[in-house]
């Protein structure tokens, strides 16, 4: 982007990540940068243009949103489920337009689910709803194998010909960062336990740990864990040594949290997979997980957020719960040394997620079948969808399947077989807002 370019109207760069939490530190984090860029242009004599920013999410309330339509932001940052919302409102589609750049961050995270191919298949759309060529830009620490999370992000294009993938440069620099990594035991014997619970010496080895550290992360893998431990810690220390982090959190609860631990009135934070993603708390000295991680590709990332800079060195400590989890903690302490990430299955031809993506497009008006079908085929995992299917989905939605079997049919969308067209009305889109 020339920096003496007058911007266009409507969103430029568009950038979804997994986790509202993630999206707010991305739109904090830009202040920075856009204010040196500005300085920098300034001291030169060269104009720099008003470039505005936004985040559109779940807990973005509807004043702001409208605000949206009426002056989009240059720069919009956004969750996937946001994004089909955006793309099945017509009214949206005008600040869509223009993106010129899509970013799709931790991309490790969605290309093996069913939030994936929902991703994939509104990507193509948002293709298709641009006046031109988006740039896609994909990023992630721990994807394997990375060509494959490329030939996801690129997608499919149409020609004469037929389908073909289009091309994506791949840039992967080798940087292997030194990491400590050990598994500590709370306790001699798993079989023998002086209170008939582990609990009290895991409370007691994290203790140790934390008061030994500026600031330390300890990563479990569920919610309740997280306010578990986090309160009995509290409770035995007399104080706030440590605070629960998690998804369930209000968004001002979240974000004090975040500053606190930042600031270092907080020492600790007991965190599910929401700290995981690079969301920006400051230097952690020292990554505890209790149980083993459920994936290497998540204990890596877990372990990457102590030290997090190219030089430093990723301290983790894993404690394990069990006998079983000591033999587990063993295994993946083995697998993220050798940085052994799982390969990532990206699932196909979900009819499902197709359903819910007809339904979406039908709100935006008459569409040829043929066309959606080109369309729905651009997206990387559907490109082997076959005309049969395509049809018996859209039967489907049509409501023929209900009428088969006596039962008073809706129909999800309108399909003209004579004209071979479908469009939606205001039970299509009232199913696609609420029933996502």
């Given at each position: 982007?020339?920096?003496?370019?007058?911007?266009?109207?409507?969103?430029?760069?568009?950038?979804?990540?997994?986790?509202?939490?993630?999206?707010?530190?991305?739109?904090?984090?830009?202040?920075?940068?856009?204010?040196?860029?500005?300085?920098?242009?300034?001291?030169?004599?060269?104009?720099?243009?008003?470039?505005?920013?936004?985040?559109?999410?779940?807990?973005?309330?509807?004043?702001?949103?409208?605000?949206?339509?009426?002056?989009?932001?240059?720069?919009?940052?956004?969750?996937?489920?946001?994004?089909?919302?955006?793309?099945?409102?017509?009214?949206?589609?005008?600040?869509?337009?223009?993106?010129?750049?899509?970013?799709?961050?931790?991309?490790?995270?969605?290309?093996?689910?069913?939030?994936?191919?929902?991703?994939?298949?509104?990507?193509?759309?948002?293709?298709?709803?641009?006046?031109?060529?988006?740039?896609?830009?994909?990023?992630?620490?721990?994807?394997?194998?990375?060509?494959?999370?490329?030939?996801?992000?690129?997608?499919?294009?149409?020609?004469?010909?037929?389908?073909?993938?289009?091309?994506?440069?791949?840039?992967?620099?080798?940087?292997?960062?030194?990491?400590?990594?050990?598994?500590?035991?709370?306790?001699?014997?798993?079989?023998?336990?002086?209170?008939?619970?582990?609990?009290?010496?895991?409370?007691?080895?994290?203790?140790?740990?934390?008061?030994?550290?500026?600031?330390?992360?300890?990563?479990?893998?569920?919610?309740?864990?997280?306010?578990?431990?986090?309160?009995?810690?509290?409770?035995?220390?007399?104080?706030?040594?440590?605070?629960?982090?998690?998804?369930?959190?209000?968004?001002?609860?979240?974000?004090?949290?975040?500053?606190?631990?930042?600031?270092?009135?907080?020492?600790?934070?007991?965190?599910?997979?929401?700290?995981?993603?690079?969301?920006?708390?400051?230097?952690?000295?020292?990554?505890?997980?209790?149980?083993?991680?459920?994936?290497?590709?998540?204990?890596?990332?877990?372990?990457?957020?102590?030290?997090?800079?190219?030089?430093?060195?990723?301290?983790?400590?894993?404690?394990?719960?069990?006998?079983?989890?000591?033999?587990?903690?063993?295994?993946?302490c083995m697998e993220m040394i050798e940085g052994n990430i799982e390969t990532e299955n990206i699932p196909l031809n979900c009819l499902d997620v197709l359903s819910q993506h007809i339904v979406s497009i039908c709100c935006s008006g008459k569409?040829?079948?043929?066309?959606?079908?080109?369309?729905?085929?651009?997206?990387?995992?559907?490109?082997?969808?076959?005309?049969?299917?395509?049809?018996?989905?859209?039967?489907?939605?049509?409501?023929?399947?209900?009428?088969?079997?006596?039962?008073?049919?809706?129909?999800?969308?309108?399909?003209?077989?004579?004209?071979?067209?479908?469009?939606?009305?205001?039970?299509?889109?009232?199913?696609?807002?609420?029933?996502?």
């Open positions: 982007m020339g920096i003496q370019e007058s911007l266009p109207e409507g969103v430029y760069i568009l950038y979804v990540s997994p986790l509202k939490a993630l999206n707010n530190d991305i739109y904090k984090n830009l202040d920075m940068p856009l204010k040196g860029i500005r300085e920098m242009c300034i001291k030169k004599g060269i104009a720099f243009p008003e470039i505005t920013k936004a985040v559109r999410t779940g807990d973005t309330p509807q004043h702001e949103r409208q605000k949206m339509l009426k002056k989009p932001p240059h720069i919009l940052i956004t969750t996937p489920e946001s994004l089909f919302l955006m793309l099945t409102s017509v009214k949206a589609h005008t600040m869509l337009r223009n993106v010129k750049y899509l970013i799709v961050d931790e991309i490790h995270s969605m290309i093996g689910t069913k939030r994936g191919v929902h991703l994939a298949l509104s990507i193509e759309r948002l293709e298709q709803l641009s006046s031109h060529d988006i740039v896609r830009i994909g990023l992630s620490a721990t994807i394997n194998p990375i060509e494959r999370a490329a030939a996801y992000l690129g997608g499919y294009e149409r020609t004469e010909s037929g389908y073909k993938k289009r091309m994506v440069n791949i840039v992967n620099p080798k940087m292997e960062r030194k990491k400590d990594l050990k598994i500590i035991l709370p306790v001699d014997d798993f079989q023998d336990l002086e209170e008939g619970t582990v609990w009290p010496e895991i409370y007691k080895t994290i203790i140790e740990l934390v008061k030994k550290h500026k600031s330390t992360i300890v990563f479990v893998n569920n919610r309740a864990t997280a306010e578990k431990i986090a309160l009995n810690i509290n409770n035995i220390e007399d104080s706030e040594l440590c605070m629960p982090h998690h998804g369930s959190m209000s968004k001002s609860k979240r974000l004090k949290i975040e500053d606190d631990f930042k600031s270092g009135k907080i020492k600790c934070l007991i965190a599910t997979s929401t700290l995981e993603l690079g969301i920006d708390i400051g230097h952690v000295e020292l990554m505890i997980q209790v149980s083993p991680p459920n994936t290497v590709s998540s204990g890596l990332q877990r372990l990457g957020r102590a030290g997090h800079s190219i030089t430093a060195t990723s301290t983790g400590r894993i404690i394990p719960r069990t006998r079983g989890d000591l033999l587990r903690a063993a295994f993946m569409w040829n079948q043929e066309d959606v079908f080109d369309l729905v085929r651009c997206a990387y995992p559907y490109n082997s969808l076959n005309r049969q299917d395509f049809i018996k989905v859209l039967s489907m939605l049509a409501g023929d399947y209900e009428h088969m079997e006596d039962i008073p049919a809706k129909p999800r969308i309108i399909w003209n077989r004579q004209e071979g067209t479908i469009e939606g009305n205001t039970y299509s889109r009232m199913l696609a807002v609420s029933s996502g």
